[in-house]
């Protein structure tokens, strides 16, 4: 999920339209809690009053940490495909710059392909009994059992 810049700054600009309000909301909340408690004359006060409010802020702190976690979810997958992008941007400068001199490079290090080597093998070996004992080597699994294809 790479977003383009303009997608992810669109992405950011929804977030805050959204957390914004919510931290507005939480913030007259508190304030409306404090001033209903404070607005009730008198030594008996109406915890009722303070137990709306309360509740009230409590509902929106709920809604403010799930809106959170919804943001940071999408933030790390935001974050990710930037560092992504940035990544392929970066490795693809890196081999714009440097391929043609690797390029290069290999090619006079490649040995042609019309040198095969022969491999040396001495006049005093018989090929047929060392092929056979690898053969059996390969098909010794070491506990004496013979494990064949």
């Known amino acids: 999920m790479a977003l383009s810049d303009n997608e992810r700054d669109a992405h950011i600009k929804a977030i805050y339209h959204i957390l914004i309000p919510f931290v507005v ?13 404070n607005a009730v004359p008198g030594p008996e006060r109406n915890t009722d009053a303070i137990t709306w409010s309360l509740t009230i802020i409590e509902i929106v702190l ?18 990710r495909g930037a560092a992504v992008a940035s990544a392929k941007r970066e490795a693809r400068i890196y081999l714009d ?25 001495p006049a005093g070996v018989d090929e047929d009994d060392v092929l056979s004992k690898a053969e059996e080597e390969q098909t010794d699994d070491g506990d004496g059992n013979q494990t064949g294809s």
């Open 25 to 37: 909301l939480t913030i007259v909340s508190l304030f409306v809690a404090i001033f209903t408690w």
């Open 62 to 79: 709920a809604l403010f940490a799930i809106m959170l976690g919804v943001v940071a979810i999408f933030g790390f997958w935001a974050i």
């Open 97 to 121: 710059e440097k391929a043609g001199a690797l390029f290069q490079e290999v090619k006079a290090t490649r040995q042609s392909s019309d040198e095969i080597e022969e491999p040396d093998i």
